[in-house]
Protein backbone atom coordinates (compact mmCIF):
# COMPACT_ATOMS: atom_id res chain seq x y z
CA UNK A 1 0.00 0.00 0.00
CA UNK A 2 1.34 3.63 -0.87
CA UNK A 3 1.28 5.57 2.15
CA UNK A 4 -0.93 8.83 1.51
CA UNK A 5 -2.05 10.42 4.83
CA UNK A 6 0.10 12.48 6.74
CA UNK A 7 0.36 10.77 10.46
CA UNK A 8 0.40 7.09 10.85
CA UNK A 9 -2.76 6.25 11.14
CA UNK A 10 -4.67 2.79 11.86
CA UNK A 11 -6.79 2.74 8.04
CA UNK A 12 -9.74 1.63 8.17
CA UNK A 13 -9.18 -1.66 8.59
CA UNK A 14 -7.38 -1.01 11.55
CA UNK A 15 -3.92 -2.59 10.06
CA UNK A 16 -1.30 -0.42 11.92
CA UNK A 17 1.24 -1.84 10.04
CA UNK A 18 -0.31 -0.88 6.68
CA UNK A 19 -0.73 2.82 8.00
CA UNK A 20 1.61 5.79 6.41
CA UNK A 21 4.95 6.31 7.85
CA UNK A 22 4.66 10.00 8.78
CA UNK A 23 5.61 11.96 6.43
CA UNK A 24 7.87 9.74 5.14
CA UNK A 25 8.25 9.92 1.22
CA UNK A 26 7.91 6.02 0.77
CA UNK A 27 8.19 6.15 -2.99
CA UNK A 28 11.75 6.73 -2.20
CA UNK A 29 12.29 5.23 0.95
CA UNK A 30 9.70 2.23 0.96
CA UNK A 31 9.81 1.97 5.22
CA UNK A 32 6.57 0.52 4.59
CA UNK A 33 8.14 -2.87 3.03
CA UNK A 34 10.28 -3.94 5.75
CA UNK A 35 12.62 -6.29 4.31
CA UNK A 36 11.98 -6.10 0.93
CA UNK A 37 14.18 -5.89 -2.06
CA UNK A 38 13.80 -1.62 -2.03
CA UNK A 39 14.04 -1.57 1.76
CA UNK A 40 17.30 -3.36 1.42
CA UNK A 41 18.45 -1.48 -1.51
CA UNK A 42 18.25 1.77 0.61
CA UNK A 43 19.64 0.50 3.49
CA UNK A 44 22.71 -1.03 1.81
CA UNK A 45 23.40 2.38 0.34
CA UNK A 46 23.44 4.21 3.76
CA UNK A 47 25.35 1.58 5.35
CA UNK A 48 28.17 1.81 2.26
CA UNK A 49 28.08 5.77 2.65
CA UNK A 50 28.43 5.14 6.60
CA UNK A 51 30.89 2.70 6.52
CA UNK A 52 33.13 5.45 3.99
CA UNK A 53 32.82 8.34 6.25
CA UNK A 54 30.48 7.64 9.20
CA UNK A 55 27.74 10.03 7.66
CA UNK A 56 24.98 9.49 5.46
CA UNK A 57 22.04 11.78 4.27
CA UNK A 58 19.37 10.44 2.90
CA UNK A 59 18.09 13.21 0.59
CA UNK A 60 14.39 14.38 0.26
CA UNK A 61 13.33 11.64 3.38
CA UNK A 62 10.02 13.74 4.00
CA UNK A 63 7.98 14.00 1.20
CA UNK A 64 8.09 17.64 -0.25
CA UNK A 65 4.33 18.97 0.57
CA UNK A 66 5.21 18.29 4.74
CA UNK A 67 8.16 20.52 4.80
CA UNK A 68 5.71 23.31 5.70
CA UNK A 69 4.81 21.49 8.42
CA UNK A 70 8.01 20.21 9.45
CA UNK A 71 9.08 23.76 9.67
CA UNK A 72 5.93 25.30 10.76
CA UNK A 73 5.93 22.76 13.61
CA UNK A 74 9.74 24.07 14.76
CA UNK A 75 9.35 27.63 14.68
CA UNK A 76 5.75 27.14 16.95
CA UNK A 77 8.62 25.13 19.64
CA UNK A 78 11.37 26.94 19.06
CA UNK A 79 10.36 29.84 21.85
CA UNK A 80 10.30 27.24 24.35
CA UNK A 81 14.69 26.07 24.26
CA UNK A 82 16.31 26.57 27.04
CA UNK A 83 18.47 29.14 25.94
CA UNK A 84 22.19 29.74 27.96
CA UNK A 85 25.68 30.54 26.30
CA UNK A 86 27.81 28.40 27.89
CA UNK A 87 31.71 28.07 27.66
CA UNK A 88 32.63 24.47 26.87
CA UNK A 89 35.14 22.49 24.92
CA UNK A 90 35.26 19.70 22.69
CA UNK A 91 35.00 17.09 24.84
CA UNK A 92 32.60 18.14 26.81
CA UNK A 93 34.96 17.85 30.20
CA UNK A 94 35.25 20.34 32.81
CA UNK A 95 37.12 23.34 31.70
CA UNK A 96 39.39 22.95 34.47
CA UNK A 97 39.89 19.78 34.13
CA UNK A 98 44.13 18.83 34.33
CA UNK A 99 45.38 18.35 30.98
CA UNK A 100 48.76 19.21 28.96
CA UNK A 101 49.68 22.78 28.07
CA UNK A 102 49.10 21.87 24.16
CA UNK A 103 45.74 19.91 24.83
CA UNK A 104 42.64 20.50 22.68
CA UNK A 105 40.58 19.87 25.27
CA UNK A 106 42.17 23.38 27.01
CA UNK A 107 40.69 25.43 23.83
CA UNK A 108 37.48 27.36 25.19
CA UNK A 109 34.70 27.21 22.50
CA UNK A 110 31.24 29.15 23.00
CA UNK A 111 28.16 27.26 23.03
CA UNK A 112 25.43 29.15 21.67
CA UNK A 113 22.73 26.48 20.55
CA UNK A 114 19.70 25.62 22.41
CA UNK A 115 17.69 22.76 22.96
CA UNK A 116 13.32 22.30 22.70
CA UNK A 117 13.30 19.10 25.37
CA UNK A 118 11.09 16.40 24.28
CA UNK A 119 8.11 16.68 26.99
CA UNK A 120 7.25 19.92 24.95
CA UNK A 121 7.22 18.33 21.83
CA UNK A 122 3.69 17.24 20.87
CA UNK A 123 2.78 13.66 20.36
CA UNK A 124 1.41 14.89 16.92
CA UNK A 125 4.60 17.03 16.02
CA UNK A 126 5.81 15.30 12.53
CA UNK A 127 9.24 14.87 14.36
CA UNK A 128 7.54 13.10 17.54
CA UNK A 129 5.91 11.04 15.36
CA UNK A 130 8.57 9.91 13.48
CA UNK A 131 10.46 9.06 16.11
CA UNK A 132 8.59 6.70 17.96
CA UNK A 133 7.32 4.86 14.92
CA UNK A 134 8.91 1.33 14.83
CA UNK A 135 9.20 1.25 10.75
CA UNK A 136 11.51 3.99 11.54
CA UNK A 137 13.09 3.21 14.33
CA UNK A 138 13.80 -0.46 12.68
CA UNK A 139 15.40 0.82 8.77
CA UNK A 140 17.48 3.03 10.80
CA UNK A 141 18.59 0.49 13.51
CA UNK A 142 19.35 -1.82 10.15
CA UNK A 143 21.32 1.26 8.67
CA UNK A 144 23.54 1.49 11.20
CA UNK A 145 23.93 -2.61 11.42
CA UNK A 146 22.51 -2.83 14.94
CA UNK A 147 20.04 -5.66 15.75
CA UNK A 148 17.76 -3.08 17.96
CA UNK A 149 17.21 0.72 18.58
CA UNK A 150 15.79 1.88 21.89
CA UNK A 151 14.09 4.95 22.18
CA UNK A 152 15.59 7.25 25.77
CA UNK A 153 14.00 6.56 28.85
CA UNK A 154 15.38 10.04 29.32
CA UNK A 155 12.08 11.99 29.12
CA UNK A 156 13.76 15.05 28.20
CA UNK A 157 16.92 14.21 25.79
CA UNK A 158 15.21 11.49 23.40
CA UNK A 159 13.99 13.75 21.19
CA UNK A 160 15.33 17.31 20.86
CA UNK A 161 14.91 20.68 18.41
CA UNK A 162 18.15 21.89 18.68
CA UNK A 163 17.87 25.78 17.71
CA UNK A 164 20.74 27.97 16.96
CA UNK A 165 20.15 31.62 16.19
CA UNK A 166 21.80 33.97 13.77
CA UNK A 167 25.43 34.56 15.46
CA UNK A 168 25.63 31.55 16.90
CA UNK A 169 26.94 28.26 16.32
CA UNK A 170 27.15 24.81 18.01
CA UNK A 171 30.52 24.69 18.34
CA UNK A 172 33.09 21.67 17.28
CA UNK A 173 32.44 18.78 19.79
CA UNK A 174 32.39 14.82 19.85
CA UNK A 175 29.28 12.95 21.00
CA UNK A 176 29.08 10.95 23.47
CA UNK A 177 26.71 8.61 21.74
CA UNK A 178 28.43 6.67 19.19
CA UNK A 179 25.18 7.70 16.12
CA UNK A 180 22.86 10.04 15.66
CA UNK A 181 19.96 10.99 13.70
CA UNK A 182 18.94 14.27 12.43
CA UNK A 183 16.85 16.19 10.31
CA UNK A 184 17.17 20.10 9.66
CA UNK A 185 13.54 21.78 9.94
CA UNK A 186 14.21 25.24 9.05
CA UNK A 187 17.26 26.48 6.77
CA UNK A 188 19.02 29.41 8.04
CA UNK A 189 19.41 32.30 5.12
CA UNK A 190 22.88 31.63 5.59
CA UNK A 191 25.93 30.00 7.91
CA UNK A 192 24.84 27.08 9.45
CA UNK A 193 26.36 24.80 7.86
CA UNK A 194 27.32 20.87 9.25
CA UNK A 195 31.21 20.67 8.71
CA UNK A 196 32.77 17.49 10.21
CA UNK A 197 35.65 15.99 10.09
CA UNK A 198 35.41 12.19 9.39
CA UNK A 199 36.76 9.76 11.68
CA UNK A 200 39.85 12.37 13.14
CA UNK A 201 39.80 9.69 16.29
CA UNK A 202 39.34 6.45 16.94
CA UNK A 203 39.05 3.72 19.57
CA UNK A 204 42.58 3.88 19.74
CA UNK A 205 43.64 7.28 19.47
CA UNK A 206 42.74 10.41 20.00
CA UNK A 207 44.89 12.05 17.06
CA UNK A 208 45.14 15.35 19.37
CA UNK A 209 47.44 17.46 16.54
CA UNK A 210 44.93 16.39 14.36
CA UNK A 211 41.87 18.46 16.60
CA UNK A 212 43.91 20.79 17.63
CA UNK A 213 44.35 22.03 14.33
CA UNK A 214 41.05 22.19 13.49
CA UNK A 215 40.38 23.63 16.63
CA UNK A 216 42.80 26.50 15.93
CA UNK A 217 41.48 27.06 11.84
CA UNK A 218 44.43 25.46 10.64
CA UNK A 219 42.96 22.49 9.60
CA UNK A 220 41.14 22.69 6.63
CA UNK A 221 42.21 19.80 5.00
CA UNK A 222 40.68 17.56 7.86
CA UNK A 223 37.00 19.20 7.24
CA UNK A 224 33.87 18.33 5.03
CA UNK A 225 30.85 20.26 4.78
CA UNK A 226 27.29 18.96 3.99
CA UNK A 227 24.83 20.49 1.77
CA UNK A 228 22.04 19.99 4.34
CA UNK A 229 18.34 20.88 3.26
CA UNK A 230 15.07 20.60 5.54
CA UNK A 231 13.81 17.16 5.21
CA UNK A 232 16.69 15.07 4.38
CA UNK A 233 17.57 12.33 7.18
CA UNK A 234 21.05 12.55 8.07
CA UNK A 235 22.86 9.26 9.70
CA UNK A 236 26.04 10.21 11.60
CA UNK A 237 29.03 8.67 13.65
CA UNK A 238 29.71 11.74 16.14
CA UNK A 239 32.20 9.89 18.46
CA UNK A 240 34.74 9.78 16.20
CA UNK A 241 33.88 12.99 13.83
CA UNK A 242 34.57 16.01 15.31
CA UNK A 243 31.78 18.31 13.99
CA UNK A 244 29.91 21.66 14.36
CA UNK A 245 27.30 23.46 13.41
CA UNK A 246 28.99 26.75 12.15
CA UNK A 247 27.90 30.42 13.05
CA UNK A 248 24.41 31.27 11.63
CA UNK A 249 24.05 33.99 9.40
CA UNK A 250 21.22 36.08 7.76
CA UNK A 251 17.79 36.56 10.19
CA UNK A 252 16.16 33.22 10.75
CA UNK A 253 17.47 30.18 13.50
CA UNK A 254 18.60 26.94 11.72
CA UNK A 255 16.26 24.41 13.28
CA UNK A 256 17.09 20.81 13.90
CA UNK A 257 15.55 17.57 15.25
CA UNK A 258 17.48 15.20 16.73
CA UNK A 259 16.47 11.72 17.56
CA UNK A 260 18.52 10.12 19.94
CA UNK A 261 18.81 6.27 20.32
CA UNK A 262 20.27 3.52 21.74
CA UNK A 263 21.00 0.30 21.31
CA UNK A 264 20.65 -0.20 24.95
CA UNK A 265 17.51 0.37 26.73
CA UNK A 266 16.64 2.61 29.35
CA UNK A 267 18.68 5.17 29.04
CA UNK A 268 18.90 8.53 31.04
CA UNK A 269 21.51 11.31 31.56
CA UNK A 270 22.76 12.42 35.08
CA UNK A 271 20.98 15.19 36.89
CA UNK A 272 23.96 17.39 36.17
CA UNK A 273 24.49 17.07 32.16
CA UNK A 274 20.68 17.36 31.97
CA UNK A 275 20.60 20.57 33.94
CA UNK A 276 23.10 22.03 31.97
CA UNK A 277 21.32 21.46 28.34
CA UNK A 278 17.59 21.46 29.54
CA UNK A 279 17.98 24.30 32.68
CA UNK A 280 16.02 21.56 34.72
CA UNK A 281 15.29 17.79 35.89
CA UNK A 282 12.32 15.62 36.12
CA UNK A 283 11.99 13.28 39.18
CA UNK A 284 13.31 10.21 36.76
CA UNK A 285 17.12 12.04 36.61
CA UNK A 286 17.02 12.09 40.52
CA UNK A 287 16.33 8.56 41.00
CA UNK A 288 18.39 7.31 38.26
CA UNK A 289 21.31 9.25 39.90
CA UNK A 290 20.33 7.55 42.94
CA UNK A 291 20.16 4.11 41.65
CA UNK A 292 23.12 4.39 39.39
CA UNK A 293 23.98 1.64 37.36
CA UNK A 294 21.89 2.32 35.08
CA UNK A 295 22.92 3.58 31.80
CA UNK A 296 23.98 7.03 32.09
CA UNK A 297 24.53 9.58 28.85
CA UNK A 298 28.05 9.99 30.46
O1 LIG B 1 21.91 20.20 14.89
C1 LIG B 1 22.73 19.56 14.23
O2 LIG B 1 22.67 19.48 13.00
C2 LIG B 1 23.86 18.87 14.92
C3 LIG B 1 23.68 18.76 16.39
C4 LIG B 1 24.75 17.99 17.10
O3 LIG B 1 25.84 17.81 16.64
C5 LIG B 1 24.43 17.42 18.41
O4 LIG B 1 23.33 17.68 18.93
O5 LIG B 1 25.27 16.69 18.98
FE1 LIG C 1 26.91 16.36 17.84
Sequence with gaps: MVAVGGWADAGETGEVAAGAVPGVDVE???????????????????RAELAADGCCVLRGFIRPELLGTLRIEGVALAPQAYYTVQDVNAYNIPLDADLPADHPGRIVL???NAFVARDLIPREALIHQLYTDTRFQRFVAECFDLPELHEYT???????LNVVAPGNSHPWHFDTNEFTVSMLTQEPESGGVFEYCPNIRSRTAENLADVRAVLTGEGEEFIRRLELRPGDLQLFQGRFSLHRVAPVGGTLPRHSAIFAYSDTPGLIGTAERTRQLFGRVLPDHLAAGE???DRLLD
Design 28 to 46: RYPLDEPGGERWMDAVRGA
Design 110 to 112: RRG
Design 154 to 160: DPLAGLC
Design 291 to 293: VRG
